[in-house]
Nanobody
Framework: QVQLVESGGGLVQAGGSLRLSCAAS????????MGWFRQAPGKEREFVSA????????DYADSVKGRFTISRDNAKSTVYLQMDFLTPEDTAVYFC???????????????WGQGTQVTVSS
């Protein structure tokens, strides 16, 4: 069965760091770009970051540039999101998803994980 499973979320103080992981099963990882999105309470889901298959192309939302870093380990079928200098505004459920190319457009992603909660306290 095809699955994307996020992990690494939790509660952290402002200024702290977390690293999210997204492990893929099945034949859904190889050759594809991967992205991270997030959804805060009462808000729509928004793009955070994306990376292409080789890792040579990445994209970030302006709100996370310089603070978040996306990476992937293709041998482990896993994509990561290193989040530093977290603020309460980063509180959200974080989702990973698959796309054919690096894009911020949610509609271009076809497989989604269930999400992992990140809470940043002030």
């Amino acid at each position: 069965q095809v699955q994307l499973v996020e992990s690494g979320g939790g509660l952290v103080q402002a200024g702290g760091s977390l690293r999210l992981s997204c492990a893929a099963s099945g034949r859904i990882f190889s050759g594809y770009a991967m992205g991270w999105f997030r959804q805060a309470p009462g808000k729509e889901r928004e793009f955070v970051s994306a990376i292409n298959w080789s890792g040579g192309t990445t994209d970030y939302a302006d709100s996370v540039k310089g603070r978040f870093t996306i990476s992937r380990d293709n041998a482990k079928s896993t994509v990561y999101l290193q989040m530093d200098f977290l603020t309460p505004e980063d509180t959200a459920v974080y989702f990973c998803a698959r796309s054919s190319f690096v894009t911020a457009s949610e509609g271009e992603y076809d497989y989604w994980g269930q999400g992992t909660q990140v809470t940043v306290s002030s």
